[in-house]
Each structure stands twice: as structure tokens, then as C-alpha cells.
């Protein structure tokens, strides 16, 4: 079964710290892709990357950056949490030969004390 | 901008009640079309697609979906919900041919009561 991992499902970090969040794909996908789930506010695009070393901002970049050495692992990184970066994040994969249907991971939530 | 709005963002049902969700997008030119849910403490995944063809798709565990063009509408349906049915639905909307990047709605929660 193909899949989506991410590393960390539950992290509880302090303000000022610097937090690393992991995802891994094992379906050779080209896109991989970093989203934030908020109540209300649906899913918003922070990075995505077509290919290693590549990155794109999304549409709320703004605190985070990415980090893309292997086609199949994307990282997720916040140089210094804020509260307001408490949120379910979700990665997830594509490929143009799957028709770019979006595969997602089980989502890491950040709690930012 | 391109933009996809999702009419109901919370909706209550009980067993065997009809469902319908709205999705309008907009969008200049030619679209796919997505709907994924969320179950409760599951992954998000597809429900169903359109790329092209017959305009009502039909998807996992009984839904439905019609495109219709003129109206930029891609609205979800299921005749008959299950208490099972209880999760989050997005729809997500990208260019066809072009950017592989879907828009996403906002969401709607969809509780059945059994």
C-alpha cells in the first residue's frame, strides 16, 4: 500500500524553538506538498516542491521554509515557533502519471506553548 | 484569483436524509475536479474525481458528483448518508494541463446523527 509518512503525529514545542517536521514518500511522486489545516479555514498551501532541491512558496510561507535533498522526503521547517503556528500540518504527494491526485499523510499536530 | 467557495460549512443529517454540498469554483479555463473527505482520526483521500467526459462521476461508498460548466458548480451528493459518513469534505479544484496545484475549499463538516 503506497503511502505518506510523516514522522511526528503529536509535538508540543515551546515558543522560540526550532521545529522540524518530516514526511517521506515511497511512491516515487515528483510533487510533494506542505499544507496547514485550520478549523474554518480549510487547507492552505505553505510550500511544494516539483522536484529535489526545488521549492515553490505557497500561499502562506511566511515562518516557515522547506528543504527537498531526496525525491522522497520533504521537511517541514519553523526557524522559531510562534503560537499562531499551532495547527494540524499535512504533507502530501503527487505525480503527473497519477493524474495529480493529491496522497496525504496522517498530519503532525504542533502544539506551540 | 482562482478561487473555490463551499456554500455549507457545517451540516447536520440524520441516517437516510439525501445530501447535497455545494462547490462553485473560479476558475478561466478548462478544470479538474476533486473531492476528497476526511474521516475522523483518518487521512484525507480521494472521494472522487472529474477530468473530462461524462459530467456526473461517480465515487467511493455510494457518492456522486455532477459537473456542471455553465454554472462553475461541482456539487457532491449521496442520496441516502450513513452515520459513517460523518467526516470533513473539501473540494479542490486545479487547471487542466496547467498547474498541478489544487485550490482548496474551505470545508464542510458533515455530521449524521444515527
Known amino acids: 500500500d503506497v503511502k505518506v509518512t510523516q514522522s511526528s503525529r503529536y509535538l508540543v514545542k515551546r515558543t522560540g524553538e526550532k521545529v522540524f517536521l518530516e514526511c517521506v514518500q515511497d511512491?516515487?511522486?515528483?510533487?510533494m506538498f506542505w499544507y496547514r489545516q485550520d478549523p474554518g479555514l480549510g487547507l492552505r498551501l505553505i510550500y511544494f516542491?516539483?522536484?529535489?532541491?526545488?521549492?515553490e512558496k505557497g500561499d502562506i510561507p511566511e515562518g516557515y521554509s522547506v528543504s527537498r535533498e531526496k525525491k522522497e522526503r520533504f521537511s517541514l521547517i519553523l526557524e522559531s515557533a510562534s503560537t499562531n503556528q499551532t495547527s494540524m500540518y499535512l504533507c502530501?504527494?503527487?505525480?503527473?502519471?497519477?493524474?495529480?491526485?493529491?496522497?496525504f499523510g496522517a498530519g503532525s499536530r504542533l502544539t506551540v506553548l | 484569483a482562482q478561487s473555490v467557495s463551499q456554500h455549507n460549512h457545517h451540516v447536520i443529517l440524520s441516517e437516510a436524509a439525501s445530501l447535497e454540498l455545494g462547490c462553485n469554483y473560479s476558475y478561466g479555463g478548462t478544470v479538474n475536479l476533486f473531492w476528497y473527505v476526511q474521516y475522523p482520526g483518518q487521512h484525507l483521500q480521494l472521494l472522487l474525481k472529474?477530468?473530462?467526459?461524462?459530467?456526473l462521476v461517480k465515487g467511493i461508498k455510494g457518492f456522486e458528483a455532477e459537473f456542471i460548466k455553465s454554472k462553475f458548480s461541482f456539487n457532491l451528493r449521496k442520496p441516502s448518508v450513513q452515520w459513517s459518513d460523518t467526516a470533513e469534505y473539501f473540494c479542490a479544484v486545479n487547471l487542466a494541463g496547467g498547474s498541478y496545484i489544487p485550490t482548496f475549499g474551505r470545508g464542510t463538516s458533515l455530521i449524521v446523527h444515527p
Open positions: 472529474y477530468f473530462s467526459g461524462d459530467p
Open positions: 502530501a504527494s503527487s505525480s503527473p502519471a497519477g493524474a495529480n491526485v493529491l496522497t
Open positions: 516542491s516539483y522536484d529535489v532541491k526545488m521549492k
Open positions: 511512491m516515487d511522486h515528483e510533487n
